[in-house]
């Protein structure tokens, strides 16, 4: 089976060598990765890793919680490089109103500074929401008939409002290790919801490392058990997923 890592942080990975990694990642037959800029330093970091990899691409955008260190030479640095074959998105962008590393006024002046840069470079998005579904939702109704190409809400965990919402305008939904979490149910009722041809697999890695590797550095050669408990959600076998899965990455990022 081929799989596609659709959001990591390969630049955050400490246990072992990018190239041992890597290594890994075929022998689990995770074939393509999509390593994610999050700040200002960490956008040149994940270029470099996709440039020097063919089987690594790379998204450039500011997280919320560091919105408090965007400013227009950074979102200028990001629109130059939006056209740059390795680059597939624009992301990791969005609003986190659990943590408010960043006040909420700076993080909705640069999501929407972020958002309409990805209209203007026909860019998919990938979307960080906690805590923010009232304004995430308001967002997406707002933007989704101007991206052409939509995005994802990544590592899904929020309400199944927002889960509608999103499907409903042609987004498509990111699940992680946390849908192998027990007391995960809420991101397992998003799983049954989102229907096959809109679920991508990620692992977020080295966050959310999933059952039966919890206490571990996540990578992106766990993505199998991701994998394997949507199937099992979808009641799907693991081998149809996988080809969904891989369709869906590819659709949507264009590798």
Known sequence: MKIAETHCHLDYLKDRPLEETL???QEAGVEKLVTIGVDPENIDAVITLAEAHPQIWCTQGIHPHDSKDMTDEVLERIRARAQHPRVVAIGEIGLDYHYNNSPKDVQLKWFRAQLELAVAADKPIVIHSRDSDEDMIAFLKEFAPQLKKKGVVHSFSSGMELA?????????????????????????????????????????????????????????????????????IKSASEEALSVHAWNNAHALFGF
Do not use: W
């Open 164 to 232: 509608q919402v999103a499907i409903d305008n042609g987004f498509y939904l990111g699940f992680n290790g946390m849908v192998t979490f027990p007391k995960a149910e809420n991101v397992r009722d998003a799983v049954r919801l989102c229907p096959i041809e809109r679920i991508l697999l990620e692992t977020d890695s080295p966050f959310l490392t999933p059952v039966p590797h919890r206490g571990k550095e996540n990578a992106p050669f766990y993505l199998p058990h991701v994998l394997k408990k949507v199937a099992e």
């Open 23 to 25: 290594r890994l990642c």
